[in-house]
């Protein structure tokens, strides 16, 4: 009885630990579905039906049927296996025939070769979403209900994109799903028509489209066959940034027969207005991009999102502030358009930023919580660890691995670069099939000749299990991204890592004395790479996130004003793409793409802020950007500081805690930006002082960007009414003022602040009581008490009483008396600058799937930026 005893408890024991590493698995098994079953089964009438007729699922047929399929499920489950080592999740009986349960891969291993089973897949639908970022923002649950859901969430607000265009087709532009789109008589834009086919661009969601290309036609530089005389995307930016800010809620992204979930938009209901004036292969000239703002302010879009800006400072005006990009973004706010501007890819070196002016919204990029990873292990047992969107090889089993150079058809094809894997005709497939095909990552893939989709297709092709793409030298400012694909396929990053593989595969094979393979005994197999992770250490600044502090001239002095403004997704940002685009190799006739940019962290502040925009109709551009920039938060999830990806002494990527230079206030918080209890107004007359007060910029230059005089001084820079406060240079004790106005209910403030040791701060008065729509001015100052040369960071707190907290930066330098003191990557990037003269704008793009500003160049950073000579636009 004892020895029962023992053996039902080891019995328990094993059931448990059995279940305490199980994963989801979806098993489709063998016999129609209720929508299909047209009978045969002896005592169940036929069920299917025709074409776009419903499922009557209140029938005695559909009911007797269904229930059957579910009794087979529960009795091949309970043949198989123990009660209390599985559980079954679902039973699938109306569109397909099969269940999700819940057990372990041993068990799945038994269900996939029992009779009458036809797949069992691991569940890849699990907390795959496309722009996870909806729900890691918090919107279909605190924010898009406030305003009536998903389906209302944006109501009758243009978002403009001037940008590579649209892909009109896709589903996240479609208006068959959703209630129809009534007309809007505030927008005034039109609608081009395909030349080709004739057809419309708009459909009520995409409420305009138009492109610009004047000036690209007149500079020879435009290919209507390439570039598309129309408002049709060529490249995939357009379609992407306009998805992230306004796409159709709940779209599928599927691809290579994986569901990487569903996508949708930050404002999901927001009508989109099309202004083309970037083309792939030559970018965009300046005359272009302001006759397409112009034409977007005058046709009336409420929220203008800039996925683009200029490589470098403006040479051409004193200022960065005024130039004639910058001066029509200026008329633009003037008119109540909230523009927004990705801050740039210049990251994670200093003064990098490409966003300068007070009027605009400018974004950094930041990494959410979601990181996909793979390992490949080897026959000799170590895990290597790397990157790879792919399912795993199958089973438990182990395969051979064979490197392309050792499985070619002739020598004479190595000037084709085999071990790049882009040419299977160059490949012995006798040789790679059923096995690992082992390839390497060469400077190909940097300047985009080369890509992991080509690698996939060419070892599919050939029959391999899989692929492993090996990186043998790593420069800075190569970035590497996870790349779906329809196989196994892995790309180990880390250079010792991918030594560890080399070397295990150089010893494990056998060579004769020319060097050629008699035998491959090397063997391994690799992960499932499909599963996301998510870190509680998110959000983190991207690497590629350029940096402050601002610079207020080309000879890049520092600026009395914070940038950027605010932190937003913008690393691997799942969202609709072009399948005509051509620019991304690794998504070339893709209906999705998953990059990377502060391009992708822009428009989730577009998409925001029309929310914003909807509840609150009358607030001026800087309500709403206030409103954004003191609700948001500088902790991660975990409750610490917000970190920042770095470059390390020995170059490889590490964090240090971030500050507004990184940040600006801090990452988007949207469901406190809906109620922010005070907001920091100001208006054109407020910039206007802004630009007559800031030292170095003639008042005759002012008056020809803006044609309005300079009556209005604000006395220093620093005293512009916006949530941060800036002094570049504090010497002694500086007194700087801020209005703030009450949007909610009567309400006490007390004001508390915290400054770095080097500086003494005071605010006057400490409270303040605000009644509905009042304003109210307080002051701080702030004295030197000890020179360092160096930025010191501070914050004031503004908490209501009502539960309002109102969180706004500092940021000052204290100046030295004889010397200006910067950092080293500082004065490399200083140097690298000074050959930099602006032109025109030309759009730059980047490899690894990636939107930043890689100059396809594992070179130097001086070198890097002799690629910006001609003072180009980039996509960023």
Known sequence: MRALELGCAVLVFFAHFLYGKSEIYIVTVEGEPVISYRGGVNGFEATAVESDEKI????????????????????????????GTYKKLYSYRHLINGFAVHISPEQAEILRHAPGVISVERDWKVRRLTTHTPQFLGLPTEVWPTGGGFDRAGEDIVIGFVDSGIYPHHPSFANHNTEPYGPLPTYKGKCEADPDTKRNFCNGKIIGAQHFAEAAIAAGAFNPSVDYASPLDGDGHGS????????????????????????????????????????????????????????????????????????????????????????????????????????????????????????????????????????????????????????????????????????????????????????PEVLNKNMIEGNILLCGYSFNFVVGSASIKKVAETAKSLGAIGFVLAVENVSPGMKFDPVPVPIPGILITDVSKSMDLIHYYNSSTSRDWTGRVKSFKAIGKIGDGLMPILHKSAPEVALFSSRGPNIKDFSFQDADLLKPDIL????????????????????????????????????????????????????????????????STTLDRAGRPLQAQQYSSSEATTLVTATPFDYGSGH??????????????????????????????????????????????????????????????????????????????????????????????????????????ASRKFTVTLTVRSVTGSYSFGEILMKGSRGHKILFEFNKKNKEKNSHTISQSSKKSLSSYQIISVFRFRLIRSSQSSDLPVFRCPCPLGLIFLGMKLGKLSVM
């Open 240 to 423: 992407h940034t306009a998805a992230i800010a306004a796409g159709n809620n709940g779209i599928p992204v599927k691809m290579h027969g994986y569901e990487f979930g569903k996508a949708s938009g930050m404002a999901p209901r927001a009508r989109v207005a099309v202004y083309k004036a970037l083309y792939r292969l030559f970018g965009g000239f300046v005359a272009d991009v302001v006759a397409a703002i112009e034409q977007a302010v005058h046709d009336g879009v409420d929220i203008l999102n800039l996925s683009v800006g200029p490589n470098s400072p403006p040479a051409t005006t004193k200022t960065t502030f005024l130039n004639p990009f910058d001066a029509t973004l200026l008329s633009a706010v003037k008119a109540g358009v909230f523009v927004v501007q990705a801050a740039g890819n210049g990251g994670p070196f200093p003064k990098t930023l490409v966003s300068y002016s007070p009027w605009i919204a400018s974004v950094a990029a930041a990494i959410d919580d979601r990181r996909y990873k793979n390992h490949l292990t080897l026959g000799n047992g170590k895990m290597l660890p790397g990157i790879g969107l792919s399912p795993a090889t199958h089973g438990n089993g182990t395969f051979t691995l064979v490197a392309a150079n050792d499985v070619l058809l002739d020598t004479s094809v190595m000037k084709y670069s085999p071990s790049d894997c882009q040419k």
């Open 668 to 773: 988007v918080n949207p469901r406190a930006a809906l109620d922010p209890g005070l907001i920091f107004d100001a208006g054109y007359v407020d910039y206007l002082g802004f630009l007559c007060t800031t030292p170095g910029i003639d008042a005759h230059e002012i008056k020809n960007y803006t044609n309005s005089p300079c009556n209005y001084t604000l006395g220093h820079p620093s005293n512009l009414n916006t949530p941060s406060i800036t002094i570049s240079h504090l010497v002694g004790t500086k007194t700087v003022s801020r209005t703030v106005t009450n949007v909610a209910g009567e309400e006490t403030y007390v004001i508390t602040a915290r400054m770095a040791p080097a500086v003494a701060i005071e605010t006057s008065p400490p409270a303040m009581t605000l009644r509905p729509g």
């Open 56 to 83: 009557d699922t209140t029938s005695e047929q559909v009911i007797s049927y269904s229930r059957h399929l579910e009794k087979k499920h529960d009795m091949l489950l309970g043949m198989l296996f123990d009660r």
């Open 568 to 631: 937003a997704p913008g690393s691997l940002i799942w969202a609709a793409w072009a399948p005509n685009g051509t620019d991304e190799p690794n998504y070339v006739g893709e209906g999705f793409a998953m990059i990377s940019g502060t391009s992708m962290a822009a428009p989730h502040i577009a998409g925001i802020a029309a929310l914003v925009k909807q509840k609150h109709r009358n607030w001026s551009p800087a309500a709403i950007k206030s409103a954004l920039m003191t609700t």
